[in-house]
């Protein structure tokens, strides 16, 4: 069972609204390396897992990737914030307005007239989340292994995405994010250093 604790798991601070860096921050809600595909990579794992432990630290930090996932989408509404009623109230000229939406450069003013200023399930590109980011093959140190890579992964997204913006409120928020990347990668790294031997050679042919 799941129990949605309303507070966030950090306090986010967002200094101004900025579409185009909202549409940037949408690669770490609904892309490869995102939460999303984090928290249900580590799901299915945990459901398919026979030993308690390792069960147990899966479901935690899938439960935790949910709490990311609320995190990131938090920020993008945050940055998003006013688009949705400029563009309901038509409060600025055509072109100002669509200046404003894409001052990032990208397709924030898709985002932004699409899912109405709201984190939305894709990458940053536009392209929609997908199951095949979950690729969870059943065996435990395969796996863990996979897991060690996403988890890096994810965190050089956060250090560029920390790269792309003074907002010291995000900055923060995304530092902190990338810790805790850095903290579940030991956790597997562990995990998988305690089963032994920890590398299948396979079946040989012959």
Known sequence: MF???????????????????????????????????????????????????????????????????????????????????????????????????????????????????GPALTNSAGVPWTAAYVDSIGEPTADLRSNIAAEARAKIVYERLINVTDDPGIKDALKFLMTREIAHQKSFEKALHAIQPNFLSGQTAG
């Not at 909202?22 to 690669?27: P, Q, T, Y």
């Not at 899938?62 to 990131?72: G, R």
């Not at 938090?74 to 404003?100: F, P, Q, T, W």
């Open 3 to 117: 129990v949605h604790n309303k507070r966030l798991q950090y306090t986010v601070r967002v200094a101004a609204p900025n579409p185009g860096l909202a549409n940037l921050m949408l690669e770490q809600f609904g892309g490869p390396q995102g939460e999303l595909a984090a928290a249900m990579r580590y799901f299915v794992q945990g459901i398919a897992e026979d030993d308690p432990g390792r069960k147990d630290m899966l479901m935690d930090i899938a439960t935790e990737e949910l709490s990311h996932l609320e995190v990131i989408g938090s920020i993008v509404g945050m940055l998003n914030k006013g688009a949705k009623g400029e563009l309901s109230e038509g409060v600025e000229k055509e072109a100002d307005l669509y200046r404003s939406l894409t001052g990032g450069g990208n397709d924030s003013h898709i985002t932004s007239l699409l899912y109405g200023g």
